[in-house]
């Protein structure tokens, strides 16, 4: 399990069926691995009867919710191999999924996560404006999503600077104009969460009647749309409007999750998240989990073939969403596209323990 | 004087202080029986109410003759029964029909009510309390009208210690957790309580029987036991979350699931269950959870309407479980197996194939700190005077003994 040579497939470039076959044989692969080496997964495998050996498509790869990892611990290396320990940011819900990683899972998001990027950053590393405040990634111990996934995608730009100033997320104006003196002919790398750089980005600017004319930076944002859907904003409104107080015209979004760091979706300049070569998706009908066709949306099931060190390699996640198709995106990459309409909403709470909970809402 | 939040759902309502301070009302008097019939024949009237069982259900446990047999009950003419005073009832919103069956016992018990209506937007309570509104605007219920003060309000504490300060009895319905809020709220020294805590249900289905019967029969027993357990999304107390086989023979217990839940399949196919996205995801992490640490057998089904699960030993897993349609199964070879499940945290065992008989030897010879009800499959749901162990109307009246 220790081989990495799958990092080496061109990120965008492997037809359909050449895919599956690798990616199926990989994941057949963790799926005995994760058997062998965590106890709790192979009691689930036996639950369900499921015959590692008799796996031959992608749909058969055993799934379970990404929810577990919230009140779980799931590994499959021993407590002193473990190297670092991700959890997802609590804002949402109470519970914090913790993801435990080994070396060698770690090296491989690593570069899983510098292929995808290169391939829309270029090799050379850009100057990079992270909106966001400093004060986020200071304690470097506590990984929290957001901290984490501004240092991971810092290794893809050079002499950062943050937009905003401190928790007060008040967008500093010199620092941003002289970091855009210094780099003037340069292509400069955006970086921040998706509602970040809307509410302190977008709005601010628009607030203060303020521009910046940076019409050759791209984008990179990520983190949901929960919060602007709630404002009703949608993708194109979004980036219509950064465009109009920054001029920046290319924009990505990507998904991924804190239990399947590396293997992320980038948006591509058409608006579809596209699988690279390392990981896939498949749609399910929650109705009885069967796989949904293309333009049915359906729950998104996300395989990846990096994590060796937690069972995560196949994983039912709650958000909803649709498949557009496979290798005929009009942006030329191939891989399966597809968009992500939202969350699966919050239970509805019920029972009998609920009188309590209900009155306080 | 502080103000105090809560929302009376009736303009007309009486004022807290006028409340207690009104005469109780004669316990199965002419007023409130006419009352409680009135509002009975109002809903079976409603076209709205017939579209929710649980409503038919309600205004038919509310019909005259069952309010006879439950004065035969409650009253006995060598006795002096009394009103209590004033009640105040803390009504649960998974069950959206509890605080009429706790309102109108305590009404026909002769009380003055205080009942605290959940929040919770719902159909049905909306329904019934349009009805009420209908009775209450005629002159002849004017005196149940004085004494009925219905409220909602969030969670608040200083209004819990309001209306628990001047009640005589107080029952909470809504579970642990509200029982613990609840009870931070001080009773009068002469007052008493009721709790109605969290529970669970199970099925006990003897094999053999499933074997032998025929389709009618088999249909009827699947039929009443989907009611039992999709009826309010499988949520209630009394919904059975598991089905013990009673069978010594591991064939004959096959046999009878492989009849009894085709047969459910075929009826579950045609219902609109009502349940989510969001109920199958948690159904899946309740199963997967589950499967993570002990040993069980997940079994296949048409659709997530159904989730099923084998247990190797039989267990309630409260903790796990989410309701929506959600069965553990396991197999029993004799009933007294059952004794070491039967915690105080058991509300009802319903059954099919077993005579009452066994079951009363069962419980007479046994002396078991939990299990409120034993009733056929079909039954579960149904409320009953006698609840969680309760003589409810024992509690709502006193007695006055004179010598």
Not at chain 1, 252 to 270: A, I, K, L, R
Not at chain 2, 273 to 290: E, F, I, P
Request: hydrophobic fraction near 40%.
């Amino acid at each position: 399990m220790l081989d990495l040579a799958y990092l080496d497939w061109p990120v965008y470039q492997i037809p359909k069926r050449e895919k599956r076959e690798l990616l199926t044989g990989r994941l057949k692969a963790l799926t005995q691995h994760h058997y062998d080496h965590c106890k709790e997964y192979a009691s689930l495998l036996n639950a369900y009867g499921v015959e590692v050996n008799a796996i031959n498509s992608l749909e058969d790869i055993p799934f379970f919710p990404v929810r577990l990892f919230k009140t779980y611990e799931l590994r499959s290396v021993s407590e002193t191999e473990v190297f670092k320990v991700l959890t997802s940011s609590g804002t949402t819900s109470q519970t914090v999924s913790r993801i435990y990683l080994d070396r060698n899972t770690a090296i491989a998001q690593t570069k899983a996560l510098v292929r995808i990027m290169q391939s829309f950053l270029g090799k050379q590393r850009l100057p990079m404006l992270i909106v966001d405040h400093p004060g986020v990634i200071r304690n470097r111990l506590s990984f929290s999503a957001r901290g984490a996934g501004i240092l991971g995608l810092s290794n893809f730009g050079r002499s950062h600077i943050y937009a905003l100033k401190d928790e007060n997320m008040e967008l500093d104006m010199e620092v941003i104009e002289a970091f855009l003196d210094k780099n003037r002919n340069e292509k400069i790398f955006v970086f921040g969460f998706t509602f970040m750089v809307w509410k302190y980005l977008v709005q601010t600017l628009e607030q203060m009647g303020k521009r910046i004319a940076i019409p050759e930076a791209i984008l990179i944002h990520s983190g949901g749309w929960k919060k602007l859907h709630d404002e009703a904003v949608d993708n194109r409104t979004f980036k219509s409007r950064l465009q109009s107080v920054t001029g920046i015209q290319s924009v990505h979004d990507f998904y991924g999750m804190v239990e399947q760091v590396g293997s992320v979706y980038m948006e591509c300049e058409h608006g579809f998240l596209h699988a690279p070569s390392y990981s896939d998706i498949l749609i399910r009908d929650p109705y009885d989990w069967s796989v949904c066709g293309v333009n049915q949306p359906g729950l998104v099931q996300v395989l990846s073939t990096i994590p060796t060190s937690y069972p995560g390699h196949s994983l039912l996640t709650e958000d909803i969403g649709t498949l557009h198709g496979e290798d005929d995106c009009a942006c030329g990459r191939a891989g399966k596209y597809f968009t992500i309409q939202g969350r699966l909403k919050r239970a509805e709470i019920r029972g009998c323990s609920d009188t309590h909970a209900a009155v306080q809402h | 004087m502080s103000i105090f939040s809560y929302v009376p759902v009736y303009d007309q309502s009486p004022a807290l202080d006028d409340l207690v301070s009104m005469p109780a009302l004669e316990p199965f008097g002419e007023t409130v029986v006419n009352f409680v019939d009135a509002f009975s024949k109002s809903m079976l009237a409603s076209p709205e109410a017939r579209t929710y069982p649980e409503l038919a259900s309600l205004a038919f446990w509310l019909r005259r003759s069952s309010v006879e047999k439950l004065k035969r009950h409650s009253l006995d003419e060598t006795r002096i029964r009394v009103p209590r005073g004033v009640a105040f009832h803390v009504a649960p919103a998974n069950v959206d029909t509890i605080f009429i069956y706790s309102w109108f016992l305590s009404l026909l018990c002769g009380n003055s009510n205080i009942v605290r209506v959940s929040s919770k937007p719902s159909e049905q309570v909306h329904v019934i309390i349009g009805i009420i509104a209908k009775l209450f605007a005629q002159k002849e219920y004017a005196d149940i009208r004085n004494r009925s003060l219905i409220v909602q309000y969030g969670h608040d504490a200083q209004i819990n210690e309001l209306f628990s300060s001047r009640c005589d009895v107080r029952l909470v319905w809504g579970g642990d957790q509200t029982i613990k809020e609840i009870r931070k709220a001080p009773l009068p020294p002469t007052s008493l309580e009721m709790t109605f805590a969290n529970k669970y249900s199970f099925a006990v289905i003897d094999a053999e029987t499933i074997v032998n019967a025929d389709n009618a029969r088999l249909k009827s027993l699947t039929d009443a036991f989907y009611n039992d357990a999709y009826w309010f999304a499988q949520m209630a107390c009394s919904s059975p979350r598991m089905i013990l086989w009673l069978s010594d023979n591991q064939d004959k217990t096959d046999q009878a699931r492989s009849l009894f839940w085709s047969s459910f399949e075929e009826r579950i196919k045609q219902e609109d269950t009502g349940l989510d996205m969001s109920d199958y995801v948690n159904k899946r992490v309740a199963v997967d959870s589950l499967a993570l640490y002990d040993q069980i057998q997940i079994e296949k089904n048409h659709s997530n309407d159904i989730s099923r699960v084998w247990l190797t030993i039989p267990e309630i897993h409260e903790e796990l479980h989410c309701g929506a349609g959600l069965f553990f199964e396991s197999a029993i070879a004799e009933l007294e197996d059952l004794l070491p499940l039967l915690s105080r945290k058991i509300q009802t065992i319903s059954y099919a194939g077993i005579r009452c008989e066994r079951w009363r030897n069962l419980l007479i010879k046994n002396n078991v700190p939990g299990i409120d009800r034993v009733v056929p499959i079909g039954k579960s749901l149904d409320f009953n005077y006698i609840w969680d162990g309760y003589d409810i109307p024992g509690f709502l009246m006193r007695e006055i003994s004179v010598m």
